[in-house]
């Protein structure tokens, strides 16, 4: 009942946009028999749309525009369109969260009914071709004008099948002046190495990002930091409590770890840095002598761990964590295992990417936005206040 509902409608829309565009050309004749230009000749070979409620039958006019290099193109049913919107989106998203090319055919039999042959594995083939080219675009796109306001960086390792190599693609999200994040800069490095880092915020350089961000969260990799001090050397640094916190409990015994977890907790959320050093001191002369490699990992980032305290605090949510790309990172580790990786170096960027631009259709803006301006303007916080003028 749907799909004849559906046929009947779509031929009395696409019948009534022929007669439309008749109609608009009824006075063109021709000059030496004076017969009109534009009239209707039949129908052209049925056709099947496949949509979600399954394939729909379509039999469309066919028009016969004499005049030269004139033609006339239907809006609603284009020439090789065999698919409604929706299941141009279905596709990608169905590859994106975790559906191997091999498992199409069944996965979209299922869903869609028997009328789904149309889509097959080969579809994926083609579409991630597509991506490639769209990725290398994007790696190309003007920066002029942006102003990235804070910046998150993080580096995944991946397994590619078609090489014995490893590689890390790097990856920064940034927040722009009106607290909109997004995916800033992707690309694939020999490691976390400092090279690669600064090789990638060249290019962000040389592609327009004049000016450079007020603070950049990230890990431990001494390689991102150092890049970052030649290439924006006033960006202030602020590493992840999240990693920070897991590192220091690798060093520590299972049975000291829940102790140790609440008092790193407490440590960075402190309504003010001078008791967020307090616990700190507490911390470390609780642990020092039994366990100095954990306060040694500790005390390694001593000046980066509280640096939020001098923004405001509504930003501190954001700026205490890479959270930004892990969470989004983690769905990309879950596609490729599914696939038990991609063909190549580039095909892994691509998918990387197309998950990456998905998930920013989700990310929220910035608590506190709105202070942003008073952060570019220069406005000293203290404890997440701003001091006053």
């Given at each position: 009942?749907?799909?004849?509902?559906?046929?009947?409608?779509?031929?009395?829309?696409?019948?009534?946009?022929?007669?439309?565009?008749?109609?608009?050309?009824?006075?063109?004749?021709?000059?030496?028999?004076?017969?009109?230009?534009?009239?209707?000749?039949?129908?052209?070979?049925?056709?099947?749309?496949?949509?979600?409620?399954?394939?729909?039958?379509?039999?469309?006019?066919?028009?016969?525009?004499?005049?030269?290099?004139?033609k006339f193109t239907s809006a609603i049913l284009p020439p090789y369109f065999r698919r409604t919107p929706s299941l141009e989106a279905l596709i990608p998203t169905l590859y994106l969260k975790g559906v191997s090319t091999n498992d199409f055919p069944e996965a979209l039999c299922?869903?869609?009914?028997?009328?789904?042959?149309?889509?097959?594995?080969?579809?994926?083939?083609?579409?991630?071709?597509?991506?490639?080219?769209?990725?290398?675009?994007?790696?190309?796109?003007?920066?002029?004008?942006?102003?990235?306001?804070?910046?998150?960086?993080?580096?995944?390792?991946?397994?590619?099948?078609?090489?014995?190599?490893?590689?890390?693609?790097?990856?920064?999200?940034?927040?722009?002046?009106?607290?909109?994040?997004?995916?800033?800069?992707?690309?694939?490095?020999?490691?976390?190495?400092?090279?690669?880092?600064?090789?990638?915020?060249?290019?962000?350089?040389?592609?327009?990002?004049?000016?450079?961000?007020?603070?950049?969260?990230?890990?431990?990799?001494?390689?991102?930091?150092?890049?970052?001090?030649?290439?924006?050397?006033?960006?202030?640094?602020?590493?992840?409590?999240?990693?920070?916190?897991?590192?220091?409990?690798?060093?520590?015994?299972?049975?000291?770890?829940?102790?140790?977890?609440?008092?790193?907790?407490?440590?960075?959320?402190?309504?003010?840095?001078?008791?967020?050093?307090?616990?700190?001191?507490?911390?470390?002369?609780?642990?020092?002598?039994?366990?100095?490699?954990?306060?040694?990992?500790?005390?390694?980032?001593?000046?980066?761990?509280?640096?939020?305290?001098?923004?405001?605090?509504?930003?501190?949510?954001?700026?205490?964590?890479?959270?930004?790309?892990?969470?989004?990172?983690?769905?990309?580790?879950?596609?490729?295992?599914?696939?038990?990786?991609?063909?190549?170096?580039?095909?892994?960027?691509?998918?990387?990417?197309?998950?990456?631009?998905?998930?920013?259709?989700?990310?929220?803006?910035?608590?506190?936005?709105?202070?942003?301006?008073?952060?570019?303007?220069?406005?000293?916080?203290?404890?997440?206040?701003?001091?006053?003028?």
């Open positions: 009942m749907l799909r004849e509902g559906a046929r009947r409608m779509l031929g009395q829309a696409v019948e009534a946009e022929v007669a439309d565009y008749i109609e608009r050309h009824a006075g063109e004749r021709d000059a030496e028999t004076g017969h009109r230009q534009v009239v209707r000749n039949g129908h052209l070979p049925q056709r099947e749309i496949l949509s979600g409620a399954g394939p729909i039958p379509v039999c469309q006019p066919r028009v016969r525009d004499r005049r030269e290099g004139m299922a869903i869609l009914g028997e009328g789904a042959k149309g889509l097959s594995a080969s579809t994926i083939v083609r579409l991630k071709e597509v991506w490639e080219k769209e990725y290398e675009a994007w790696q190309e796109r003007d920066l002029t004008g942006k102003r990235y306001v804070y910046l998150w960086a993080d580096g995944v390792y991946f397994n590619v099948r078609l090489t014995d190599e490893r590689p890390c693609v790097l990856v920064i999200v940034g927040a722009l002046e009106d607290g909109t994040k997004e995916l800033v800069a992707l690309m694939d490095g020999e490691r976390e190495s400092a090279l690669s880092w600064k090789e990638l915020l060249l290019d962000l350089k040389r592609r327009g990002l004049e000016a450079g961000p007020e603070v950049s969260v990230g890990d431990g990799a001494l390689g991102f930091w150092a890049a970052l001090e030649e290439v924006f050397p006033k960006c202030r640094r602020q590493r992840c409590w999240v990693h920070k916190t897991a590192n220091v409990l690798d060093k520590l015994p299972k049975s000291l770890q829940p102790a140790a977890k609440a008092m790193l907790h407490r440590m960075y959320q402190e309504e003010t840095k001078v008791e967020a050093l307090k616990v700190y001191e507490e911390f470390l002369a609780l642990y020092r002598a039994k366990f100095p490699k954990a306060c040694a990992c500790l005390e390694k980032d001593n000046e980066d761990l509280f640096t939020f305290y001098d923004f405001p605090a509504e930003h501190w949510i954001h700026l205490r964590t890479t959270n930004p790309v892990e969470s989004t990172l983690g769905t990309v580790r879950h596609r490729h295992r599914q696939t038990k990786g991609n063909g190549s170096r580039l095909a892994t960027l691509a998918m990387t990417h197309q998950l990456m631009m998905q998930a920013q259709k989700h990310w929220h803006k910035l608590k506190g936005h709105e202070l942003i301006a008073k952060v570019i303007e220069g406005v000293k916080f203290v404890d997440g206040v701003a001091e006053a003028a």
